[in-house]
């Protein structure tokens, strides 16, 4: 196969899943009103947050909007990707995906391109959030809007792998659409991104330790980081490693050789 080859095949995945999100306008809507309602709340009830490390000194006073932020941006990511894997799904009920299974590409590269796709896609709906959020108080410096992209986009393929990895076990929509809420809520409420972690060591000790084994909160940090211009390396390193973790079980999981298509006696 030749170079191009590569290239038509990321292109045609990419613009199938911007059409896709395009023309399903309550999907894009859904993104952004669900993070908004949390930020109108909270931001509501909770007026300040008190001790954020990356804004010195460490016990300040910040507005909660501003520390809740990067954890919204967390849930876009999440839920994109989630959403992206689940069309993984319809398109194997539906039969669609044998087109793609069948292409004489790798299967990984294949996986890969669809996790770009989902990943730009999440991408800008983060930065619409980002522009709306500005009149809620949402104020990071100039460079921060440029810093937080490759957080963004490491994040955001980590979570889409482990959405890849949940459609290659769950082959019915259903089972898949309640997996999703069994797995995005207890990642998103057993992390940093609606209250620091040492709150949380103050009121339980194990919870504490859930929340520091949970990806999704380095995924948080690191964006958190990042939105300040800082650099946050073991949320790097574990987001990073991360995502090699699901994108093998993801990869594996499709391989109609080795993967549970095949033990279920796959009609891929």
Not at 32 to 49: D, N, S
Not at 50 to 69: K, N, W
Not at 79 to 94: A, C, H, I, K, P
Request: glycine share 8%.
């Amino acid at each position: 196969m030749k170079p191009v080859h590569y290239y038509r095949c990321l292109r045609g995945i990419v613009w199938r899943e911007a059409l896709r999100f395009i023309n399903q306008r309550g999907r894009f809507l859904a993104a952004l009103v669900r993070p908004l309602v949390w930020l109108l709340i909270f931001a509501t009830g909770f007026r300040f947050v008190l001790g954020v490390s990356i804004i010195p000194p460490y016990q300040t006073y910040i507005p909660y909007q501003v520390y809740i932020a990067p954890g919204l941006l967390g849930m876009i990511l999440m839920f994109q990707g989630m959403q992206s894997s689940l069309s993984m799904v319809w398109d194997r009920e539906t039969g669609s995906m044998r087109t793609l299974l069948v292409s004489p590409l790798p299967r990984w590269y294949l996986l890969t391109s669809k996790l770009i796709a989902a990943v730009i896609v999440s991408v800008l709906q983060a930065y619409v959030f980002l522009a709306i959020g500005y009149f809620w108080g949402i104020h990071p410096p100039h460079r921060g809007y440029f810093t937080v992209l490759p957080a963004l986009i490491l994040s955001g393929m980590m979570l889409s792998s482990l959405g890849l990895f949940l459609s290659s076990v769950i082959r019915q929509l259903e089972n898949f659409a309640g997996v999703m809420n069994f797995v995005i809520f207890p990642m998103f409420f057993a992390s940093s991104a609606l209250y620091p972690l040492w709150t949380v060591r103050q009121a339980n000790e194990r919870l504490y330790y859930v929340c520091k084994a949970n990806p999704f909160t380095d995924a948080v940090e690191l964006i958190r980081f990042a939105l300040y211009g800082k650099f946050n390396l073991e949320a790097f390193a574990v987001v990073g490693g991360a995502l090699l973790i699901f994108m093998t079980l993801a990869i594996l999981g499709y391989d109609p050789g080795r993967g549970l298509i095949a033990r279920r006696g796959g009609n891929e």
